[in-house]
């Protein structure tokens, strides 16, 4: 009875050898792996900081640094030489005018390799960082990998929706910018809508088209305030007034006035889009 109890003894003890031996067979590597990658993603998290600062430097330029002897030091940066880690021993930018970032590793894993990060200008206002590396593809970072690069949806959407408002910006500037050239712009106090009319027809021909431009501006100037405070009542006198001035415009005001507000309209609705799609998409 003895014997048979050391036996199943023995069996187990085995069972649970082998047992061990997959389990170090399969966790090892696997481990392995794990490290190589954390190693991997050092560079281009060392990277971060610098990204964010091509991107300024760049909406702020139109262009990245170019003819330096250390980019770092125009973008506001510590010393190429200050940037490393555990395993990185140097990020740097280059001076050609391109802004590519390369983070190179000394030891570790990937002794000897590198991450590059390239910017580009995906619309005004944002930059994505394409990635490549000569590490082995299964240890790099997933934005390294190829088939994965390339800005997301979300990336581009925020892009367009950037776009989208910069037009708005233009094409309120340009309306601004019509009125003003016909000494048709008014003083006015954004909150409360008073419009200062002290002297307005200062420089005015009396029944020129300036004048009934003038004259039109001051009631479209009220009937936008009060379509942007619909809490508070808007005179009946406001929008008649409006369309008596309107009226009166040369039918080169009323086209030239109509296509801006058209462009404002549409500009504003291309914001509208943009930002719904920016946050369908989570953003």
């Known amino acids: 009875m003895r014997g048979v109890n050391q036996g199943f003894t023995l069996i187990e003890l085995m069972i649970a050898v082998a047992i061990i031996a997959v389990l170090v067979a399969v966790g090892v590597p696997q481990y392995q792996n794990y490290v190589a990658r954390s190693q991997a993603i050092e560079g281009v998290n060392l990277a971060g900081?610098?990204?964010?600062?091509?991107?300024?430097?760049?909406?702020?330029?139109?262009?990245?640094?170019?003819?330096?002897?250390?980019?770092?030091?125009?973008?506001?940066?510590?010393?190429?030489?200050?940037?490393?880690?555990?395993?990185?021993?140097?990020?740097?930018?280059?001076?050609?005018?391109?802004?590519?970032?390369?983070?190179?590793?000394?030891?570790?894993?990937?002794?000897?390799?590198?991450?590059?990060?390239?910017?580009?200008?995906?619309?005004?206002?944002?930059?994505?960082?394409?990635?490549?590396?000569?590490?082995?593809e299964?240890?790099?970072?997933?934005?390294?990998?190829?088939?994965?690069?390339?800005?997301t949806e979300l990336e581009i959407a925020q892009a367009a929706l950037e776009t989208a408002k910069e037009a708005l910006v233009t094409a309120e500037s340009n309306y601004d910018n019509y009125f003003a050239s016909n000494n048709a712009d008014w003083d006015i106090d954004p909150d409360t809508g008073i419009i200062d009319t002290t002297n307005w027809w200062l420089g005015l021909t009396w029944g020129s088209d300036e004048w009934?431009?003038?004259?039109?501006?001051?009631?479209?100037?009220?009937?936008?305030?009060?379509?942007?405070?619909?809490?508070?009542?808007?005179?009946?006198?406001?929008?008649?007034?409006?369309?008596?001035?309107?009226?009166?415009?040369?039918?080169?005001?009323?086209?030239?006035?109509?296509?801006?507000?058209?462009?404002?309209?549409d500009?504003?609705?291309?914001?509208?889009?943009?930002?719904?799609v920016v946050t369908d998409l989570g953003g």
Not at 227 to 233: E, L, N, R
Not at 267 to 276: G, P, R, S, T, Y
Request: net charge negative.
């Open 267 to 276: 500009a504003a609705q291309a914001v509208a889009d943009a930002q719904q």
């Open 49 to 136: 900081g610098i990204k964010t600062a091509l991107a300024e430097y760049y909406n702020t330029n139109g262009a990245f640094p170019k003819d330096t002897t250390d980019p770092h030091v125009g973008l506001g940066l510590e010393p190429a030489t200050s940037i490393t880690g555990k395993y990185v021993t140097s990020v740097t930018v280059s001076d050609d005018g391109f802004g590519i970032i390369t983070a190179e590793f000394g030891s570790g894993n990937h002794a000897g390799k590198f991450v590059r990060l390239t910017p580009v200008p995906v619309a005004s206002g944002s930059i994505y960082f394409d990635c490549d590396s000569d590490i082995e």
């Open 138 to 151: 299964s240890y790099r970072p997933k934005e390294c990998v190829e088939g994965t690069s390339g800005p």
């Open 212 to 265: 009934e431009l003038k004259l039109f501006s001051y009631y479209d100037h009220k009937y936008k305030w009060y379509q942007a405070h619909p809490d508070v009542t808007q005179p009946s006198w406001v929008l008649s007034g409006r369309n008596h001035w309107y009226n009166r415009l040369s039918t080169t005001m009323k086209t030239e006035y109509d296509s801006l507000g058209n462009v404002i309209s």
